[in-house]
């Protein structure tokens, strides 16, 4: 068996799904399903891992085996979880919460750039 096979046939598990109920979810036939969770279809489209990952709200790379983590990167350690100590985040929504994490993940990005402006 894949870990891809094993992966999406735990996540189906979890939700108490049969393969024809997640087959019909993903848009495929319970057959194509039956042969990514034993291991016989190599391969796996792209697309299809994508849309069970969003089905199943979690990463990608979790899916792959990349990580053990099944949850998308947004969610680890996220200011939500874990803020800072001087960072005040009580009764801010989850949509503010999110988007204080992307302000967050710009002036990064920025400071990024910026030092490689300085250290060419």
Do not use: C, Y
């Not at 870990?3 to 194509?32: D, F, M, P, Y």
């Not at 016989?40 to 089905?55: P, T």
């Not at 979790?62 to 874990?82: C, M, Y």
């Amino acid at each position: 068996m894949s870990i891809v096979g094993q992966r999406i046939k735990w996540l189906r598990e979890k939700k108490e799904w049969s393969q024809i109920q997640l087959a019909e979810k993903l848009g495929i036939h319970n057959t194509v399903l039956s042969r990514i969770e034993s291991g016989e279809k190599k391969g796996v489209d792209f697309h299809l891992i994508s849309k069970a990952a969003d089905l199943f709200e979690v990463s990608t790379d979790f899916i792959h085996g990349k990580t053990d983590n099944p949850l998308p990167f947004w969610q680890q350690a996220s200011v939500r979880e874990e803020p800072a100590p001087f960072l005040d985040v009580n009764g801010l929504s989850p949509h503010e919460l999110e988007e204080l994490k992307n302000h967050i993940e710009f002036l990064r990005w920025k400071a990024l750039q910026n030092k490689k402006k300085e250290n060419p």
